[in-house]
């Protein structure tokens, strides 16, 4: 039974920094595409950022300088550092895991359906 558990949202002042951690267990692909997704109210799910089983990293224009994703293959953990928050930053977070490192390519990352797990998500909320 594949699992992935966010946490690490909550409340922050524009400016402000968070880490969602998601740990995973049950998932056994040795190659690999993890993202992380969000959505805030009344809008889609978007892509933010991902990771292959290589460590290769996939960031969304809105976020890149902004948000490190990393993995700890050890603890299997995956991470989303945040840093400089915005307002429009707000929404529940999501982890997901691609089973193979293809869908890491491209714009391929981008896209929910290529996912076939999904975590329930932390919501992370930036105040002005």
């Known amino acids: 039974q594949v699992q992935l558990v966010e946490s690490g949202g909550g409340s922050e002042q524009s400016g402000g920094s968070l880490r969602l951690s998601c740990a995973a267990s049950g998932y056994t692909y040795l190659r690999y595409c993890m993202g992380w997704f969000r959505q805030a109210p009344g809008k889609e799910r978007e892509g933010v950022a991902a990771i292959d089983s290589d460590g290769r990293t996939r960031y969304a224009d809105s976020v890149k300088g902004r948000f490190t994703i990393s993995q700890d293959n050890a603890k299997n953990t995956l991470y989303l550092g945040m840093n400089s928050l915005k307002p429009e930053d707000t929404a529940m977070y999501y982890c997901?895991?691609?089973?193979?490192?293809?869908?890491?390519?491209?714009?391929?990352?981008?896209?929910?359906?290529?996912?076939?797990?999904w975590g329930r998500g932390t919501q992370v909320t930036v105040s002005s």
């Open positions: 997901a895991a691609a089973p193979g490192d293809d869908y890491c390519s491209g714009s391929w990352w981008t896209y929910a359906g290529v996912y076939n797990y």
